[in-house]
């Protein structure tokens, strides 16, 4: 799909700016544009041509798809110390971005994230190290695994129970040395995703 010349350079612009997005104004020095609300336009071009995908509840935080026809994507990486201003994961920024082929996924690319796990309270699947790749979503079916956040604590669980009613809802850690979790209705809960697929660095891909 042809690209306007603007919306060539500000492509360039943000890969090159991956690890530390500029803001509009940023974006507009480095293209001589006349205004940020023509960055914007570009912007939103370059999003409906399918070359970029935003984070709504972050607009710095963008995934580029550098062909359409053949989706290679940056999936962003997560850390799982802390929840974003808005006291989700998916609102802060990611630690990194992993390039990937969309077809690879079975699910649109826009709609994934990785997280890499911490400790060993989802041995023998999840080892600390692995990264785990996940789909945007905030229900989950029973025996399901989620990332999800407790009172602004992320974790990787597996789900028992119904989201709707937060009194029934059980976060259980695959080794048995760890205890359920039971969620407290008064308490903070949100599921950011289900895991999909896993990256097992103690023993290659899984």
Request: aromatic share 6%; glycine share 8%; charged share 25%.
């Amino acid at each position: 799909m042809k690209l306007h010349e603007l919306q060539i350079q500000l492509l360039r612009i943000l890969t090159e700016n991956q690890d530390a997005p500029l803001t509009i104004r940023e974006l507009q020095e480095e293209l001589g544009a006349s205004s940020t609300s023509l960055v914007h336009h570009h912007i939103k071009m370059l999003e409906k041509k399918g070359y970029l995908k935003r984070n709504p509840s972050n607009p710095r935080d963008y995934q580029i798809l550098l062909d359409p026809e053949l989706p290679v994507t940056y999936v962003n990486m997560y850390g799982m110390a802390k929840c974003g201003p808005d006291g989700t994961m998916l609102s802060g920024n990611p630690i990194d971005k992993i390039p990937m082929y969309s077809k690879m996924l079975h699910f649109p690319a826009d709609e994934a994230f990785m997280v890499k796990a911490t400790g060993d309270s989802m041995e023998p699947k999840i080892h600390d190290g692995d990264i785990v790749i996940a789909r945007k979503q905030n229900v989950a079916d029973e025996g399901q695994i989620v990332i999800c956040s407790l009172d602004s604590s992320v974790m990787i669980k597996r789900f028992s129970g119904s989201f709707f009613g937060k009194n029934n809802v059980i976060l259980q850690s695959l080794n048995n040395k760890y205890f359920p979790i039971i969620v407290d209705e008064e308490q903070q809960f949100t599921i950011e995703g289900v895991m999909k697929g896993l990256i097992c660095f103690h023993e290659g891909i899984g």
